[in-house]
């Protein structure tokens, strides 16, 4: 069975740093792309950034510059570094990757930014 489990977010001022992390389990880590996803109340869900097999990341617009998404194969864990945070970056945050054709989620953490 594959679990993802995330850990780090809180609150934090505006223009502060925020580390997430998922700790994976139950799938062979190294091969499979990794995503960070974020849902802001009363939006949809929306896919933040990207991490493929061979550490090539892509994000989305708003955040790049600011977020870098980062892999340990070894602790089969991902990670997303968020500097220079605004109040528009508050969200629920997700990490996901897709396995045997469905979606795989973590639980979630709140990522609250006060100005």
């Known amino acids: 069975q594959v679990h993802l489990v995330q850990s780090g977010g809180g609150s934090v001022q505006a223009g502060g740093p925020l580390r997430l992390s998922c700790a994976t389990s139950g799938i062979n880590f190294k091969i499979y792309t990794m995503n960070w996803h974020r849902q802001a109340p009363g939006s949809q869900r929306e896919l933040v950034a990207s991490?493929?097999?061979?550490?090539?990341?892509n994000y989305t617009d708003v955040v790049a510059g600011r977020f870098t998404i980062s892999r340990d194969n070894r602790l089969s864990t991902v990670y997303l570094r968020m500097n220079s945070l605004k109040p528009e970056d508050t969200a629920v945050y997700y990490c996901?990757?897709?396995?045997?054709?469905?979606?795989?989620w973590g639980r979630g953490t709140q990522v609250t930014v006060f100005s």
């Open positions: 996901n990757t897709r396995y045997k054709g469905s979606d795989v």
């Open positions: 991490i493929n097999s061979g550490g090539n990341t």
